[in-house]
């Protein structure tokens, strides 16, 4: 029981108190380059927390039941990153398959989820800290969407702002750097509920 | 030793059980076997391999629907309509199609992928596009930038075309493209010499198409191109026509101009040529001597940005400067445009103003 609640607790500190992208600043490339608007941020949030909650558990099960018990921990760098860019490519097929538009959609940046750092991030936070298997799907889970939430906050920011007199010296990717600070400093206000290490 | 073995086993493993995973995951999704087309209710039918591009699998069976961009989805030209088989609507294609074509079944058919059994419609008169093979007679330098190619047809093969039309011409695979690519150009010769065409093309870094005919190119190579396409042409009437053109855009313009001198037609004409410097002037030879020929025609040649050497004593100003003097208002006149997107949006903007109605003003956009 204390260990499905500590999962449950995971979960919402990856969403809320330990939001990845925004206390760890992981995988801030495409969280800056998709974040024009609110519709093309949730479609790649979508893909990311999918490819993130599915990735967490494989690494999971390749580090645990198979690097570990050959002694081959010093690969997991390479072995994560092979298991990552295996799944998005099926991930790719998949949606080429079944839904031609959001493939269009998405585009380039469905092929990039593969060098997302926040994937990798989630899968080496979980062997660091030890996680059960249930504790590091949460975490997966947890960690997409809080990087959904970030994403899509920042695109409808983005979207508001868009007539907005900005700068001239702060256009673009500088107001862009300033907000994502904004919102990181605003999120640091729920680390009182829960903290997880 | 018994671990260096160990690590590199365990980890060949996992790669080939991953390899094997996306291989059995391909054959499973990206197989579509086999499709049938069947085209305007059975004038045409074939059965082929799906998974490709509805534009290039037409064009593999010969059927050549009318594309500037090759298949990028980046000019919108290669409509058809499809009746079934075509899946739902991609964003990639609405930009291209109006509401009225979208509730027509029109879609960009490079776009739409082959997935299954289609049923489509084309215009008939696409079917009178065909591929040429040809060889490079001869190439010139007409400026730093512009190259002048001229083909002929191999077997004493014959092009009938309008002039004003384009080409697409084949870029076959070459070091720096791996595949081969389709890019227009508009056919610069006159109509009558059917036997060959002449295309004129400008250097865009790094451009595909451009760098092959630019760097690769000799006299003598064997080269193919299917056509003729567009609609844009000289229309028969007695109204006034002005020719505009920048850069190479003054391509389709010759070769209007020299079915004029040929049909001795007498309209009152005026061309307007716009370049930056005297050195991207080309053809004043050739002009001259259709001014001969043709005792209605005014040639105005115009530099944006003469050089102190140019000596130039002619118009100065872009091609609109020219336009804004010359055309009072726009009563009986014509106007056919050809250049780069901004010059022609900009010089449409400008004679509708004056007064020419708007299915009056003819237009192709080198984008």
């Known amino acids: 029981m204390e260990l499905g609640l500590s999962a449950f607790v995971i979960f919402f500190a990856a969403i809320f108190t330990n939001n990845i992208l925004l206390t760890n600043f992981l995988g801030m490339c495409s969280f800056l380059a998709v974040s024009r608007e609110v519709k093309s941020s949730l479609g790649l949030g979508f893909a990311v927390i999918f490819v993130m909650t599915c990735t967490s558990a494989l690494n999971y099960l390749v580090y645990y039941h198979l690097l570990v018990p050959l002694g081959l921990e010093h690969f997991r760098f390479i072995v994560f990153i092979i298991v990552i860019a295996a799944f998005v490519q099926l991930v790719e097929m998949v949606i080429e398959r079944s839904s031609p538009v959001l493939y269009v959609i998405l585009g380039i940046f469905l092929p990039l989820i593969t060098v997302n750092c926040a994937i990798l991030g989630v899968a080496l936070f979980m062997i660091i800290r030890n996680y059960t298997f249930l504790q590091s799907v949460a975490y997966g889970a947890g960690g997409g969407i809080g990087w959904t939430l970030a994403i899509v906050a920042m695109g409808g920011i983005r979207q508001k702002m868009r007539g907005a007199p900005v700068p001239k010296s702060l256009e673009g990717p500088g107001i862009t750097l300033i907000i994502a600070g904004l919102m990181a400093l605003a999120f640091i206000g729920f680390t009182g509920m829960i903290q997880i290490q | ?367």
Not at chain 2, 212 to 229: M, W
């Open chain 2, 1 to 367: 030793m018994g671990h260096l073995f160990l690590s590199l086993i365990a980890l060949s493993c996992l790669g080939a059980g991953l390899a094997l995973l996306l291989e059995v995951a391909d054959s499973y999704l990206g197989f579509y076997g086999q499709c049938h087309i069947d085209i305007n209710s059975g004038e045409k039918e074939f059965t082929i391999q799906g998974g490709g591009s509805l534009l290039s699998t037409l064009m593999e069976q010969g059927i050549f629907i009318p594309s500037a961009c090759g298949g990028r989805g980046s000019c919108g030209y290669c409509k058809v309509r499809i009746h079934g088989g075509g899946g739902p609507l991609l964003p990639t294609e609405t930009p291209w199609l109006g509401p009225e074509e979208i509730e027509a079944q029109v879609r960009i058919s490079c776009q739409v992928k082959v997935r299954g059994d289609m049923i489509i419609e084309i215009p008939p008169e696409l079917f009178l596009i065909r591929e040429f093979r040809s060889r490079v007679e001869g190439l010139r330098n007409l400026t730093h930038e512009i190259k002048e190619l001229r083909l002929r047809l191999i077997e004493s093969d014959a092009i009938s075309f309008k002039p004003g039309q384009y080409v697409q011409f084949q870029v076959p695979e070459y070091e720096g493209c791996p595949e081969s690519v389709y890019r227009a150009y508009s056919i610069a010769s006159a109509a009558h010499e059917s036997g060959s065409i002449t295309l004129i093309v400008t250097r865009v870094p790094g451009g595909l198409a451009t760098t092959y005919i630019h760097e690769v190119l000799k006299a003598g190579d064997e080269v193919a191109f299917s056509g003729p396409y567009g609609d844009f042409y000289l229309r028969d009437s007695d109204r006034e026509i002005f020719l505009v053109a920048t850069g190479s855009g003054l391509a389709p313009i010759m070769s209007i101009l020299c079915q004029m001198a040929e049909e001795r037609i007498s309209r009152k004409t005026t061309l307007v040529f716009g370049a930056r410097h005297r050195t991207d002037l080309f053809y004043l030879d050739e002009i001259e001597a259709l001014k001969g020929k043709m005792p209605g025609l005014e040639a105005i040649f115009t530099l944006s940005r003469p050089e102190e050497e140019d000596q130039w004593e002619g118009e100065r100003g872009r091609v609109t400067d020219v336009l804004e003097r010359i055309i009072k208002e726009g009563a009986n006149k014509e106007a056919y445009l050809c250049g780069n997107p901004a010059m022609v949006e900009s010089c449409v903007e400008l004679l509708t103003k004056k007064g020419i109605p708007e299915e009056l003003i003819f237009y192709d956009k080198f984008a």
